[in-house]
C-alpha cells in the first residue's frame, strides 16, 4: 500500500492530498528516510510524520482495503510517540486553550454558559 493512502486510511490526514503534500514536503519518514507518496509499506513498518510542529511515530499493524472508521484505527497501526513528545503535545493543546485573551473573539461554550448563568442569576 502507498504510505499517503495509508496516512488517509488511519486518519493522520483528512484528504489523501495533504497526505501526499506533507510526503513532498519531507514530513513522513520511514525507517529514517524521507518517504515519496507512491513509497509501499508493509506490516511492521515504523511511520515517522510530522503534524502541527509535533512528530508522531506510528508502527503498522495491519494494512486497511479503504479508510476506517475512527474506533478501528488501533487494528491497523500502534501509536509508539516517545512518552516526553506526548506531554509536549498536550501541554502544547493546553497553552492553547488557555492563551485565549478573555474578551477576543467569540466566546467560548463555557464562557456562554457562564454569561447565560450570570444574566439568569439577576433575574
Same mark, same amino acid.
Given at each position: 500500500?502507498?504510505?499517503?493512502?495509508?496516512?488517509? /486510511?488511519?486518519?493522520?490526514?483528512? #484528504?489523501?492530498? /495533504?497526505? #501526499?503534500?506533507?510526503?513532498?514536503?519531507?514530513?513522513?519518514? +520511514?525507517?529514517?528516510?524521507? /518517504?515519496?507518496? %507512491?513509497?509501499?509499506?508493509?506490516? #511492521?513498518?515504523?511511520?515517522?510524520?510530522?503534524?502541527?510542529?509535533?512528530?508522531?511515530?506510528?508502527?503498522?499493524?495491519?494494512?486497511?482495503?479503504?479508510?476506517?472508521? %475512527?474506533?478501528?484505527?488501533?487494528?491497523?497501526?500502534?501509536?509508539?510517540?516517545?512518552?516526553? +513528545?506526548?506531554?509536549?503535545?498536550? #501541554?502544547?493543546?493546553?497553552?492553547?486553550?488557555?492563551?485565549?485573551?478573555?474578551?477576543?473573539?467569540?466566546?467560548?461554550?463555557?464562557?456562554?454558559?457562564?454569561?447565560?448563568?450570570?444574566?439568569?442569576?439577576? /433575574?
Amino acid at each position: 500500500m502507498r504510505v499517503d493512502k495509508f496516512l488517509w /486510511a488511519v486518519r493522520i490526514f483528512k #484528504s489523501r492530498n /495533504a497526505a #501526499s503534500i506533507a510526503c513532498k514536503k519531507g514530513y513522513v519518514q +520511514i525507517a529514517g528516510q524521507n /518517504a515519496k507518496p %507512491a513509497r509501499e509499506i508493509y506490516v #511492521s513498518d515504523t511511520i515517522s510524520v510530522r503534524k502541527n510542529q509535533l512528530r508522531i511515530e506510528l508502527q503498522i499493524l495491519n494494512l486497511p482495503k479503504s479508510r476506517v472508521g %475512527a474506533k478501528l484505527v488501533p487494528q491497523y497501526c500502534k501509536d509508539i510517540t516517545p512518552e516526553e +513528545i506526548r506531554e509536549q503535545r498536550n #501541554s502544547v493543546v493546553e497553552n492553547q486553550r488557555l492563551s485565549r485573551v478573555k474578551g477576543a473573539g467569540r466566546p467560548s461554550k463555557k464562557d456562554r454558559r457562564d454569561l447565560e448563568d450570570f444574566f439568569d442569576e439577576d /433575574a
